[in-house]
């Protein structure tokens, strides 16, 4: 099994049992954000893979990975579709959540604009693990911003909605 240095993030979640039925147990799901680095190679990838083995390397040793990428620019509904067709059946993708919506429109967002990022990644289908909205650190608590954003997420995408509120801020 290859190593983990101090460069490489490895975050949990925990998928909650359904409330209605308490002895269920969750799973807790062990990955990274990302996988595709070539900074990894020769720490975790073995020296000499090729860009297009790595996914298939990863998911040899974790069961889910973080799409961090969504977050810089969403990936075509294709894309999300031929991530889906690589990973085996238990394998689970959490997806984080644009920057248009978060940093630059600050969640000041029209249905449209969720409904595009949610149309795109709802390609992985069963798949989909958590999205994750990771607000900025040095906004303030403005809960009637957040509640109107909270309305705005669809109700049924079969994925677990997850916003990172850093140092107990909501936002400015």
């Known amino acids: 099994m290859p190593t983990i240095n101090h460069k490489q993030f490895i975050f949990i979640w925990h998928v909650f049992p359904n409330i209605k039925n308490m002895k269920k147990r969750g799973r807790i799901y062990i990955g990274t954000s990302g996988w595709h680095y070539k900074h990894w190679i020769g720490t975790f990838y073995p020296e000499g893979i090729k860009d297009a083995d790595q ?5 040899k040793v974790f069961k889910t990975v ?32 644009s920057r248009y919506i978060t940093h630059q429109k600050k969640l000041n967002i029209e249905k ?41 997420l669809p109700k049924n995408t079969g994925s677990h909605l997850n916003s990172e509120i850093i140092a107990g801020t909501i936002m400015k």
């Open 55 to 59: 996914l298939p390397y990863y998911f």
């Open 66 to 97: 973080e799409l961090n990428n969504s977050f810089y620019r969403l990936p075509s509904p294709e894309t999300f579709a031929s991530w889906r067709k690589a990973v085996p059946s238990d394998f689970v993708f959490a997806i984080k959540g």
């Open 112 to 152: 449209e604009n969720i409904s595009i990022f949610f149309n795109s990644a709802k390609r992985l289908k069963e798949k989909t693990g958590p999205v994750l909205f990771q607000l900025p650190l040095y906004w303030s608590v403005n809960i009637e911003r957040f509640a109107r954003f909270l309305k705005l």
